[in-house]
């Protein structure tokens, strides 16, 4: 058989400045390349930008070491018991952490995969500038090196993937040896023996559950009813009553004042007057648009009075030619979001066809243990805007796999329209919950029915037998 001719898209010109390499950034320079452009990327850090070198490939490094923590734990419930060695028994269950060893292996990782990145980037015929940089004007951005040489970029289209950084509090400033931001915990050579975190979203969530695995001593504070505030209700319910029972102290309605030093710790003062001590604490307290002081504003791009740039759904900014992607937009702080972001900027910027970003399919998971992913319309939203809705949710605690895998904590929900059945969104809680969200997404993005999931087959014995099972529940329910 004759080879097949595919014939490629024609090459589009143009010089294109990215600031910033992080997942909006060098995803958005490889769709450049691709489609012609000359593409320069100007990074602080490394590549990969936070994302690799001190944000997610990180935090979930070390959280890997924790699941297995968690996971050991259990070993003894599936009749797993530690044999005697040399003549010494071990007790079932008694492992030790040695945090010197994870965080080497942690910054390990990440330095191979801002390689990786880089590496690729220059196959792909991307120049690479470490240095700062800033817009001169909408055309035109200054890189500025370590040895303060200074380098005019000409560009026909600017991307601005600044990424954000981890906000502080005056009263509680980091010194990066007991008070500490979450870029800032991969130093640490000894697992901290009562560690206080302030902030009980995502990452104060994620980093409390993951320290308590590890073994330290862990005091949760939250200034809002309940830990996740912003998740869904029987999750973040689910999670704290794991917390609890697995010895964390959740303190909330709490609002942490001010941190400071003392002789062999560290003591957080709450509003209410009380004073925590512990060895470490961890502000987790949310982020700060890296927006600032890089001339922005004077080349016509406009920002949010919190710092956001403002972009619409293909992420043009005010200025014409200029693009942004990423946590600097304020849009959704996710590096599958940023990516898409950066994706869609370039396609738009040089020609090529494009749909606008649909928030509604974007899958979002927290790495606590179990996990929380969710996708589609959230139940807060669905009650907030009036709309009509029937719900489905199944413990995975009947799900026969959960079982043999000694899963106690979890389900399935699933949110449906009561005259279509189509699906609205869902949420899963389980391990690995990041994984099984997938077919959920699927159904949301393509707009199925509960019956169009009903119907697909499933593993038997599987978790993702469970979304079936809510579907099928579903179905007889629908008008």
Not at 267 to 283: F, I, K, N, Y
Not at 361 to 385: C, K, M, R
Not at 395 to 415: H, I, T
Request: charged fraction near 20%.
């Amino acid at each position: 058989m004759a080879p097949v001719s595919i014939e490629t898209p024609p090459m589009m010109s143009g010089r294109v400045v990215i600031l910033g390499g992080g997942p909006g950034g060098y995803e958005a320079a490889l769709v450049a390349r691709r489609l012609g452009a000359d593409v320069t990327v100007v990074e602080r850090q490394g590549l990969g930008g936070a994302a690799v070198l001190t944000d997610v490939v990180p935090s979930k490094t070390l959280i890997a070491t924790a699941d297995w923590m968690t996971t050991a734990e259990a070993a003894s419930d599936l009749g797993v018991r530690p044999h005697a060695a040399a003549g010494v028994a071990r007790e079932a269950g008694a492992h030790a952490v040695d945090l010197d060893a994870v965080n080497t292996r942690v910054r390990a990782l990440a330095t191979a995969q801002s390689a990786d990145v880089r590496g690729r980037l220059e196959r792909e015929g991307v120049r690479v500038v470490i240095g700062d940089g800033r817009l001169d004007g909408p055309t035109a951005v200054v890189a500025s090196g370590a040895d303060g040489d200074e380098e005019r970029l000409e560009a026909d289209v600017v991307l601005l993937a600044l990424g954000a950084t981890p906000r502080v509090l005056p009263t509680a400033v980091p010194d990066g040896e007991r008070i500490l931001t979450w870029t800032q915990l991969y130093g640490l050579t000894e697992l901290p023996e009562r560690l206080i975190v302030v902030g009980s979203g995502v990452t104060g969530a994620e980093f409390a559950g993951a320290y308590n695995a590890l073994g330290s001593e862990v005091t949760l504070v939250s200034s809002r009813d309940r830990v996740l505030p912003g998740e869904d209700a029987d999750a973040a319910e689910l999670i704290e009553n794991v917390f609890r029972a697995r010895g964390m102290t959740v303190c909330s309605r709490s609002r942490a004042e001010a941190a400071v030093r003392t002789a062999d710790g560290v003591a957080v003062t709450l509003a209410d007057g009380r004073v925590l001590e512990g060895s470490h604490v961890l502000l987790a307290v949310g982020s700060i648009p890296s927006t600032r002081g890089i001339g922005l504003e004077e080349a016509g791009v406009e920002l949010t009075a919190q710092g956001y740039v403002r972009v619409d759904k293909v992420s043009r900014t005010t200025a014409r030619g200029v693009y942004a992607a990423g946590d600097c937009t304020g849009v959704l702080p996710l590096a599958s979001v940023a990516a898409m972001q950066g994706r869609v900027a370039m396609s738009h910027a040089l020609g090529d066809a494009v749909s606008p970003i649909r928030l509604r399919s974007v899958a979002a998971n927290i790495f606590t243990a179990p996990e929380i992913a969710t996708v589609g319309y959230s139940e807060a939203a669905l009650v907030e805007s009036g709309a009509k809705y029937l719900t489905a949710t199944l413990p995975l605690g009947r799900n026969p796999r959960a079982k043999m895998m000694g899963m106690q904590d979890g389900f399935v929900k699933l949110f449906a329209r009561p005259d279509t059945g189509m699906v609205l969104g869902g949420v899963v809680v389980a391990q690995r919950a990041s994984e099984l969200i997938f077919p959920i997404t699927l159904a949301v993005s393509q707009r199925m029915t509960v019956d169009d999931v009903a119907a697909s087959f499933t593993i038997y014995p599987s978790l993702s037998g469970s979304i079936a099972e809510a579907a099928r529940t579903l179905h007889h329910r629908i008008s």
